[in-house]
């Protein structure tokens, strides 16, 4: 019998065919599926490449970010510790679709004397052994890390999660905006220095991206030599070269960080900004006019961010918004103001700041008209961005978070979804429920000015009290010794702005106690106008906080020495006692008009700048039962 090898031939083929389907129906779903995934960009440090921001991979990213302040402020710490975990709220922050946070500090921050305070270690269902132990000393409730180390805390965890950092160097001190990003206090070669110490304490973390090196440079009216210019060639004015010195300081020590540069407010020829020398003026920090002939030089290329500033009506009443062809009008401002630099594929443009409470129709126009030009649905083709802010308690513009710091305000939220971008495929980790309310110490004011105002935030009015106005009378004094004094500082120094914060500490050197609700405290104080005026309390350590005390304003008729008003502070039943040889704990209020305008301080009667530290103080009076017990009245 004759051997067909043709037929042998055939019958192998078709096995070997077979075999390779079998095999291919095998590894098809895996390849299927990795072909299908997203190639989601971010990894690695980041760089530029005309107007986009890369990834490590040269895959194009977009910063698509929320402010998170309160490092900035007396608190030394993020705000709203006092209310939850700080992993909660970075969990939060993903799971909406932010990928970057701006984290706002003050040179003070590093300070030795600076204690981070007004955060909670109360347990919570999450957290049964107490919120943010991380941010303390071995874990121990009430004792804080310094400050420095809770922002490594914070960023080793938002990283972990995926989420990036821009460090931005917001004021000096604690207590205000400065022109200059140096003062008497605090040197250019100390800011420099920090901005090293951070670039290189950060190396090799690729969860920081960058250092904003400082927020919203202005001009002084009438006194250029106190304010920032651009370009003018003064090097103890001139924001250009302070932000190439400083940018190349923390290049030398670390190459991969970008370098946020924001604009100054007033830019005219030759670097003037007098507008009656030609200049035009726009928002704090958000003229960049002058990069197109003045432009940043960086010795590491590839690195430079411009980062302007937008605000809307509701912060200040500029005259683009009064236009007829409002907001028609807006997109060739921004072109001229620093859109240009992204057009022209410059570089890359992120707006760090912009926000509202949307109070007005006009101010959701303006949101709308702003997400449309930075590239709405654009994905990373779109401009940068980090909205002001995450907190609710921005006295101009609130947060994404609502009173509560934990609920979203929606209608901001979605406005800004259409410009998100995710950088890992997003659906962060389960947010866990937030625990009980503390509150924390003053934030920083905004002070309105026809040309270009401050964008630094106050606290939110959350749940403001409008309260009434009587007309006292004089109180009678009690007779012997007091058993109780009264304690003040001067939260705020500043004489002149739209907030008047006076804190209070009751002390018993009695030997009974006394229960707070017998207790009224008075700031003898003088409103200037007619507004009424509102009152906070923003973080109060006695039984219940802020919900056991309330505010009342009292017009004082006739008018006495350095007082037309005073605000008393009085307590409910809820709010305990105070034990023998104890003290109430610190009472931290604010007050100012519903206008917001400006209070001049100077020669009121209470008032006392030098006062920083708790001490007794007998211009601030104390009453029991209606009776004067510390203090004298004006």
Not at 39 to 51: A, I, L
Not at 337 to 361: I, Q, T
Not at 520 to 534: D, L, V
Request: aromatic share 12%.
């Amino acid at each position: 019998m004759k051997t067909n090898h043709k037929g042998k031939l055939f019958r192998l083929i078709v096995l070997f065919m077979l075999l390779a389907m079998v095999l291919g129906s095998l590894a098809s779903p895996a390849s299927a599926t990795s072909s299908s995934m997203p190639n989601y960009s971010g990894t690695g440090y980041w760089h530029t490449s005309g107007n986009k921001v890369l990834d490590a991979s040269n895959q194009q990213v977009r910063i698509a970010g929320i402010n998170w302040f309160g490092f900035e402020t007396g608190n030394y710490a993020p705000h709203g510790l006092w209310s939850r975990d700080y992993r909660d709220m970075l969990n939060q922050i993903k799971s909406l679709g932010y990928n970057t946070i701006r984290l706002p500090f003050s040179t003070q921050l590093f300070d030795a004397g600076s204690q981070a305070n007004s955060i909670s270690n109360a347990p919570t269902p999450a957290w049964p052994q107490g919120m943010n132990l991380p941010l303390m000393v071995n874990g121990q409730p009430n004792n804080p890390l310094p400050p420095i180390q809770i922002m490594d805390e914070l960023i080793r965890y938002g990283g972990s999660i995926g989420l990036r950092f821009i460090l931005d160097r917001h004021r000096p001190d604690s207590g205000a905006q400065s022109p200059l990003w140096y003062t008497a206090q605090y040197s250019e070669q100390r800011w420099i220095n920090d901005w090293v110490m951070l670039a290189r304490r950060y190396a090799g973390n690729t969860a920081v991206v960058g250092a904003d090196l400082h927020n919203e440079p202005h001009h002084v009216q009438g006194n250029p030599a106190a304010g920032a210019c651009w370009g003018c060639g003064n090097t103890a004015t001139d924001w250009r070269l302070a932000a190439e010195r400083a940018g190349n300081a923390i290049l030398a020590a670390n190459p991969n960080w970008l370098i946020f540069v924001e604009g100054v407010d007033c830019f005219g020829p030759g670097g003037v900004t007098e507008p009656a020398q030609g200049a035009e003026c726009t928002w704090w920090g958000g003229n960049i006019m002058g990069a197109r002939d003045y432009p940043v030089r960086l010795n590491v290329a590839n690195r430079l961010v411009y980062s302007p500033h937008e605000y809307d009506n509701g912060v200040f009443a500029q005259t683009w918004f009064s236009d007829p062809t409002f907001p028609n009008n807006m997109p060739a401002l921004y072109d001229r103001w620093w859109g240009y630099l992204h057009k022209n594929n410059v570089a890359p443009v992120m707006l760090g700041e912009f926000g509202s409470r949307l109070n007005d129709p006009q101010d959701t126009l303006w949101l709308n008209s702003l997400v449309t030009y930075l590239g709405r649905n654009t994905g990373a083709n779109g401009m940068g961005w980090t909205f002001w802010c995450w907190n609710p308690n921005s006295g101009d513009t609130g947060g994404i978070l609502n009173d509560d710091w934990t609920t979203v305000n929606q209608t901001k939220h979605n406005l800004l979804v259409p410009m998100q971008f995710p950088l890992d495929g997003g659906g962060g980790p389960t947010i866990t429920p937030p625990g009980p309310t503390f509150t924390p110490t003053r934030t920083p004011t905004r002070t309105n000015t026809p040309v270009g105002p401050t964008l630094t935030p106050t606290r939110t009015p959350t749940g403001p009290t409008l309260t009434p106005t009587r007309t006292p009378t004089r109180t009678p004094t009690q007779s012997g010794t007091a058993s109780l004094k009264l304690q003040y500082r001067a939260a705020d120094t500043n004489a002149g702005d739209n907030q008047i914060k006076p804190h209070f500490n009751i002390v018993n050197t009695g030997s009974s106690s006394v229960s707070l609700s017998e207790l009224k405290i008075r700031y003898w104080f003088t409103r200037e106008g007619t507004a009424n005026q509102n009152f906070w309390c923003d973080y109060s350590a006695i039984t219940g906080s802020c919900g056991n005390l309330s505010g009342t304003f009292v017009q004082v008729s006739p008018a006495r020495t350095g007082a037309n008003f005073y605000l008393e502070v009085s307590f409910t039943t809820g709010a305990g006692s105070i034990p023998a040889g104890g003290r109430s704990g610190e009472i931290q209020t604010r007050f100012a008009k519903t206008d917001w305008s400006n209070y001049t301080e100077t020669g009121d009667y209470s008032f006392d700048p030098t006062k920083t530290s708790f001490a007794d103080w007998t211009h601030v009076t104390l009453y029991r039962n209606g009776v004067l017990i510390w203090g004298t009245e004006p």
